[in-house]
């Protein structure tokens, strides 16, 4: 549990999630697509899916390569999210024809490059939240006002850790080469799953029962069902086994990694998330760029305007890195977690060179609406942040 921003007010209570419609996600674009060039933009609709399932569908329906489709961000498989993929030398004919089970394509434009990680704007959400508190229309303003004004807390949250929640002890095992630790996480533990197959099969791993695990494995487990399968023809040869994991899951867990470490980072600087010190590494929220704080009061003022923030550390190979008691704290938490930046040099095309991100965003345009127990709220975010750590502020259910 991350320490609120907003801790002096009570919380509203309520559940998010509650059906997919609850929780409706729409990328902002950081450009429209010129109509013209080798690549096609393929604007979606997905429900109840990630953005990786959704992209395998479509690529096997076109009959493309899965390393061929670009997107700007990953979004969650819980809620209904309308998002741009690209593809190359398909007709918009063809992809408009489309039917598949969970995505639904909704508009085809041509552009001259491929879409990349990171070409987003932000995003606009349309959140229902149930069940909230009497007292929520009093409190609501109250929270929205601090959070404007210092702003939310950039965490990553829970929803960055996967469905077992341990995406990043698997990206911790690969930096540390630890490939049997890898393994056994990316197995993960039989009570942290609901379904009982499922469950079954993961406790059949932990006795040793590869070839029964293998056989209970549902068929959705498609990473467990082909690391086992290379674990029952080469019994204990975990880094071999661990490779037949795709290289974006592979960078998802890396990431992961990065994530919460980023997070400690937040937790620790939460009350003064909004203030300067000598030695921080400035972010610009117009451009990304970071610049080393020399004389915090002077800079405190385009921080009170949100034109800079305090970043955090992506850690990297090649991350810049700040000085004085930022640095001192960063060491700390990569120190705790047994690491040291030369491990993020990771071979076979999963180097992570590591950058900085801003500990807090702006939130922009938020309205709501109240009937009865049932909160309507819409906002917007910068890319890369997350909902959740929104509404947590808000709710303090999670």
Not at 212 to 235: G, Y
Not at 257 to 276: H, K, P, T, W, Y
């Given at each position: ?324 008691a930022a640095l001192k704290l960063e060491q700390e938490i990569l ?64």
């Amino acid at each position: 549990m991350h320490p609120y921003l907003t801790a002096n007010i009570p919380g509203i209570g309520g559940t998010i999630k509650e059906t997919l419609d609850d929780f409706i996600v729409e990328e902002i674009p950081l450009y429209i697509p010129v109509g013209s060039g080798e690549h096609l933009y393929l604007m979606f609709e997905k429900r109840g899916i990630t953005t990786l399932e959704a992209i395998r569908r479509i690529a096997n329906a076109l009959k493309i390569s899965e390393r061929d489709v670009g997107y700007a961000g990953l979004k969650d498989a819980v809620g209904v999210t309308r998002q741009t993929i690209s593809v190359q030398w398909v007709t918009s004919e063809k992809a408009l024809a489309l039917e598949l089970d969970g995505v639904r394509v909704l508009s085809a434009i041509r552009h001259s490059n491929k879409l990349k990680l990171g070409h987003l704007k932000g995003n606009r959400f349309n959140i229902v939240i149930r069940g909230v508190s009497d007292s929520a229309q009093q409190k609501l303003p109250a929270i929205i006002e601090i959070l404007q004004k210092r702003g939310a807390p950039n965490y990553f949250g829970y929803q960055r850790y996967g469905a077992q929640g341990n995406s990043h002890l698997i990206g911790m095992a690969m930096l540390k080469r630890d490939w049997h630790k890898a393994v056994n996480c990316l197995i993960g533990q039989s009570d942290a799953v609901r379904n009982e197959e499922w469950s079954a099969a993961i406790s059949a791993y932990h006795e040793g029962e590869i070839d029964k695990a293998l056989q209970l494995f549902p068929r959705h487990c498609r990473s467990e069902r082909d690391l086992l399968q290379r674990l029952v023809t080469r019994p204990g040869e975990y880094e071999k086994a661990f490779s037949a994991i795709h290289p974006r899951l592979k960078k998802l867990y890396l990431s992961a990694a990065q994530s919460f470490l980023f997070d400690q980072v937040v937790n620790r600087r939460i009350e003064l998330i909004d203030e300067l010190m000598v030695g921080d590494l400035a972010i610009k929220h117009i451009n990304g760029a970071c610049f080393l704080v020399e004389d915090a009061a002077q800079e405190q003022e385009r921080a009170l305007s949100f034109e800079i923030s305090p970043s955090g550390p992506m850690f990297g190979c090649k991350m810049k890195s700040p000085e004085g008691a930022a640095l001192k704290l960063e060491q700390e938490i990569l120190e705790q977690a047994g690491l040291e930046l030369t491990l993020f040099d990771m071979p076979g095309g999963l180097r992570m060179e590591g950058e900085r991100r801003a500990l807090r965003v702006p939130v922009g345009e938020v309205s709501w609406s109240f009937l009865e127990d049932v909160l309507k709220l819409e906002f917007t975010l910068p890319r890369g942040s997350y909902a959740t750590s929104f509404i947590r502020e808000i709710t303090r259910q999670f």
